[in-house]
């Protein structure tokens, strides 16, 4: 049976594109997380975001933005912050198409970067 990557699974980058996008208005509706991106160049985001998921996922992208620790520092992002971005990615790569074992592999991926998110707040 053909091994399909979770970049594959995703639905490649075409799709991880529209997941990235249906996630910032997820977020920009948002008025707990919308006020973090008020500074934000929101098309560079999504391009960064987009690289980064399909490097992660084993696409054929290396993402070349700065360290997540860097990228957030100072921010004052608490825990229930962290949760809710989250939940709007596991509901944007739902609304996508993307199955549940993606899903979860796909944020199970992410979820490491918890540590680095959190140095400097
Ligand atoms: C695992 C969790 C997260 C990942 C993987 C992630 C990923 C990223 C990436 C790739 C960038 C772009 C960096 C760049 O190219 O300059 C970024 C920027 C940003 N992230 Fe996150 N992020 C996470 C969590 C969060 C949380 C919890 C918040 C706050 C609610 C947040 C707020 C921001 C903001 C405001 C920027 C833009 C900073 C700027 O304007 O330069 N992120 N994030």
Do not use: W
Request: proline residues 3%; glycine residues 10%.
């Amino acid at each position: 049976q053909h091994q399909s990557t979770l970049y594959e699974r995703l639905g490649g980058q075409t799709n991880i594109d529209a997941i990235v996008e249906n996630f910032l208005y997820r977020v920009a509706d948002d008025t707990e997380l919308v006020g973090f991106f008020a500074n934000t160049n929101i098309d560079k985001l999504a391009a960064s975001l987009g690289s980064m998921i399909c490097d992660v996922s084993g696409g054929p992208c290396h993402y070349e933005g700065p360290p997540m620790d860097r990228a957030h520092q100072h921010m004052g992002v608490k825990d229930r912050h962290f949760n809710r971005l989250v939940e709007h990615l596991d509901a944007a790569l739902a609304a996508e198409g993307v199955a549940l074992n993606a899903r979860n592999a796909l944020l199970g991926q992410l979820a490491p970067m918890y540590g680095d998110v959190m140095r400097y707040q």
